[in-house]
C-alpha cells in the first residue's frame, strides 16, 4: 500500500492510495467536517454521494463530495460551512 498524505484545514493527515477523502479523514478520527449554516455537524451520511453531507472544498474546488473523490497525494481540503440551508 502507498502511503499519501492530504493537508485538512492546515494539518497533514496520513492516508493509503485508493482511500476516499471521507476514509482518510474517518481513519484520522474525524468523525465530522462540515457544518451546516444552524451549526449542526455533518460527516459521512451515506456514503454513495446521494446525500452530499460529506461536502469539502478540495484543491480549491467547493462543493465536493468527500465520499466520491478518492484521496490524492498533497491534495489541499479545506473545511466549509454550509450557506444553503
Known sequence: MTRIR???DGDQ???LAG???AAVLLADGRAAWRRTRTGRPRGVFCGIGACFDCLV??????DVRACQ???AD???VDLQE???D
Open 6 to 8: 492530504i493537508e485538512v
Open 19 to 21: 482511500q476516499t477523502i
Open 13 to 15: 493527515v496520513p492516508g
Open 69 to 71: 473523490r478518492r484521496a
Open 82 to 84: 454550509d450557506d444553503r
Open 57 to 62: 472544498t478540495v484543491n480549491g474546488l467547493r
Open 74 to 76: 498533497g491534495d489541499k
